[in-house]
T-cell receptor
Framework: GAVVSQHPSWVICKSGTSVKIECRSL??????MFWYRQFPKQSLMLMAT?????????EQGVEKDKFLINHASLTLSTLTVTSAHPEDSSFYIC????????????FGNGTRLTVT | SQQGEEDPQALSIQEGENATMNCSYK?????LQWYRQNSGRGLVHLIL?????REKHSGRLRVTLDTSKKSSSLLITASRAADTASYFC??????????FGAGTRLAVHP
């Protein structure tokens, strides 16, 4: 089955530093990837839609200058949390879609970010 | 933004019992999907039901969809301890942009 790999699975960083999270589709080309954020015991909140070769589309309330998304190839999207603060601590999950037809999404295993 | 609510928020049952989770949504949909999430992990797709379908089965899973009430239910029959997880419904407005419900935390006790 389709596999999405997310790296790192967890990261601890200091306030003010930046952290990059990678999301790779291993066995299919993903024209679209989605980034979600999840707080403990809560649902997934869509942050942005990442389209290969174009700018990401951010959901309302998500700071695009803080959460930089790059989708430079059909198999890789990155989310960079810039100037991280403790309130950015969360579980970040990516998902990928091979195209624009309606189909189940394939999710990475998530990245636990802790900002101290 | 979240699409809707799930009910119950938490469910605790014994092995062998059935588990029913409900999901409500707010807008028109193309399809509704159910996902499972083990603690601290990504999501795994369970089943997709299109807006013109009313019921769908997959193994021990049964999903219903009532578009007039904007609601769906997920039934897990003969539950097992390994079914312990959080279950989320998600609606697709267009393409594959999914909006998730609040989720139900299911605990199945041996």
């Amino acid at each position: 089955g389709a596999v999405v790999s997310q790296h790192p699975s967890w990261v601890i960083c200091k306030s003010g530093t930046s952290v990059k999270i990678e999301c790779r589709s291993l066995d299919f080309q993903a024209t679209t990837m989605f980034w979600y954020r999840q707080f403990p015991k809560q649902s997934l909140m869509l942050m942005a839609t990442s389209n290969e070769g174009s700018k990401a589309t951010y959901e309302q309330g998500v700071e695009k200058d803080k959460f930089l998304i790059n989708h430079a190839s059909l198999t890789l999207s990155t989310l960079t949390v810039t100037s991280a603060h403790p309130e950015d601590s969360s579980f970040y999950i990516c998902s990928a879609s091979p195209g624009q037809q309606i189909a189940p999404l394939h999710f990475g295993n998530g990245t636990r970010l802790t900002v101290t | 933004s979240q699409q809707g609510e799930e009910d119950p928020q938490a469910l605790s049952i014994q092995e062998g019992e059935n588990a029913t989770m409900n999901c409500s949504y707010k807008t028109s949909i193309n399809n509704l999907q159910w996902y499972r999430q083990n603690s601290g992990r990504g999501l795994v797709h369970l089943i997709l039901i299109r807006s013109n379908e009313r019921e769908k089965h997959s193994g021990r899973l049964r999903v219903t969809l009532d578009t007039s009430k904007k609601s769906s239910s997920l039934l897990i029959t003969a539950s097992r301890a390994a079914d312990t997880a959080s279950y989320f419904c998600a609606t697709a407005l267009r393409y594959n942009k999914l909006i998730f419900g609040a989720g139900t935390r299911l605990a199945v006790h041996p």
